[in-house]
T-cell receptor
């Protein structure tokens, strides 16, 4: 596709449930990033992929959060046993190797009740 | 990670130029200065970037101080569609290239 695609666009879940958020980057982009944006806040870095490996996971807030990337393309961010403080917009961005431009998706809005 | 400082908010009138300042006194020699903006309910959008020289593109201009400790994003004629949060970012000079976002400047454009 022409841009970064994220799904679902909106997800409402109950506390304690697991959720999966998907990111489909621009074809050929080897670098992929996940960010989180809580209401009224700036963007918080979560994890960086180069190809299928994740050399920087420093932003993952707890071991309930994990992410994987397969085939150097689609990435899935998984949040286990969701908590209310996990409510946020989760944004994905992709770019070419050491590109100066990152393209962001529209985000997945997660609401934990 | 190197840090930037921006005003929380600014106002502009439509069709007037806007100068958005950014201070980055701890910038290192290999840090690029990037600007992204985020329109309401959208993901961030790339605006412009530079290293030492001033840069122009179809969206904006970037003026970089000679000592590189500050920079200014210039929108030549603000439109209502330019109302957004503007982020000045020093791109990670390590291996990841990740962007570390601050709070940004919320730009309001008045008709």
């Amino acid at each position: 596709g022409a841009g970064v695609s994220q799904s679902p666009s909106n997800k409402v879940t109950e506390k304690g449930k697991d959720v999966e958020l998907r990111c489909d980057p621009i074809s050929g982009h080897t670098a992929l990033y996940w960010y989180r944006q809580s209401l009224g806040q700036g963007l918080e870095f979560l994890i960086y992929f180069q190809g299928n490996s994740a050399p920087d996971k420093s932003g993952l807030p707890s071991d309930r959060f994990s992410a994987e990337r397969t085939g150097g393309s689609v990435s899935t961010l998984t949040i286990q046993r969701t908590q209310q403080e996990d409510s946020a917009v989760y944004l994905c961005a992709s770019g070419e190797v050491w590109a100066n431009v990152l393209t962001f998706g529209a985000g997945s809005r997660l609401t934990v009740l | 990670d190197a840090k930037t400082t921006q005003p929380n908010s600014m106002e502009s009138n439509e069709e007037e130029p806007v100068h958005l300042p950014c201070n980055h006194s701890t910038i290192s020699g290999t840090d690029y200065i990037h600007w992204y903006r985020q329109l309401p309910s959208q993901g961030p959008e790339y605006v412009i970037h530079g290293l030492t020289s001033n840069v122009n593109n179809r969206m904006a201009s970037l003026a970089i101080a000679e000592d590189r400790k500050s920079s200014t994003l210039i929108l030549h004629r603000a439109t209502l569609r330019d109302a957004a949060v503007y982020y000045c970012i020093l791109r990670d000079s390590g291996n990841t290239g990740k962007l570390i976002f601050g709070q940004g400047t919320t730009l309001q454009v008045k008709p």
